[in-house]
């Protein structure tokens, strides 16, 4: 009988224990929680879009850059943005350079394996998107079908983080990069890039009655973003505090959780994001 009580007071005791703890866990709801978000209206950066290849892979980038700047001109990118309801900006007309004549066989390579391998990080609605199924679609993913039809080569779609798309294209582990990358001048340095076909722009997000404004509000603030992006150079280049993900959705839940004051991301898949989670809310 003694042994009984005893059993039962401990449990007791671990019961009050564990209910205990799991309210200083912190189960309470984030004081963000249930708050839509919003993106502020003054942009940060400019970010002009392309596709990028490694360096050496001349005759494959002017054959994509050929490709690229048709579906510019004829309209087709922009009926595509308009498809996934997205607002279009065109890029400055690029600048025209007379065409080297590329003797190396990076293009060749692509048109003997009858496929051109691209590498993508399938979180950046509306330019390239995961679905239930598995498959990946996006804007940039029916320009570069269009581009491969061109070519005559098939699309092989390779998924990974986005700070994995870079360094594997400079590596020549994939032909192409398609992920919604910004052409910056660092960037020229260690890969080719396409004349761009869009312009972006990096926005904040901030929960709704938020104090911060704008840009000048971020001082002091922690700020999430994604692993390897503009958004995240830009951030850790001015100073700020932040939290980077290699996941975007982790970015974005890090500002729902109200583990950080602010997220940084670009503004096209910021809104696609943004509207998402607040049909929820
Ligand atoms: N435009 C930004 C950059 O180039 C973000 C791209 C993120 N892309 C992605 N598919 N998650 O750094």
Avoid at 71 to 77: E, N
Avoid at 185 to 211: H, Q, W
């Amino acid at each position: 009988m003694k042994k009984f009580i005893a059993l039962s007071l401990a449990l007791l005791l671990a019961l009050a224990c564990f209910a205990a703890c799991s309210k200083t866990e912190g189960n309470e709801p984030a004081p963000e929680a249930g708050k839509k978000l919003v993106i502020l209206e003054e942009p940060l950066t400019a970010e002009p879009y392309g596709f990028a290849t490694k360096l050496g892979n001349d005759s494959l980038i002017q054959a994509i850059n050929e490709a690229t700047q048709e579906l510019v001109a004829d309209g087709t990118v922009k009926a595509l943005f308009d498809k996934y309801n997205a607002p279009y900006t065109a890029p400055a007309a690029p600048e025209a350079t007379q065409a080297k004549e590329a003797t190396d066989d990076s293009l060749q390579k692509v048109k003997d394996a009858g496929k051109l391998v691209i590498a993508t990080s399938p979180d950046f609605p509306p330019f390239e998107e995961l679905q239930d199924d598995g498959t990946v679609v996006g804007i940039e993913i029916d320009v570069l079908n269009k581009i491969c039809e061109k070519l005559g080569v098939e699309l092989e779609i390779q998924q990974m983080d986005f700070d994995s798309v870079l360094p594997g294209v400079q590596a020549g582990k994939f032909d192409l990069g398609v992920s919604g990358i910004t052409a910056t001048e660092e960037r020229k340095e260690n890969a080719l890039f396409t004349d761009p076909y869009c312009m972006s722009a990096i926005a904040i997000v901030v929960p709704e009655g938020s104090d911060i404004k704008g840009k000048d509000d971020l001082s002091g603030k922690t700020i999430s973003c994604q692993s390897g992006t503009t958004a995240d150079t830009f951030c850790r280049a001015n100073g700020y505090t932040v939290s980077s993900f290699q996941a975007n959705s982790d970015a974005q839940m890090a500002l729902t959780s109200g583990k950080v004051d602010a997220w940084v991301i670009d503004d096209l898949t910021a809104k696609e994001m943004v509207d998402a989670y607040n049909a929820g809310v």
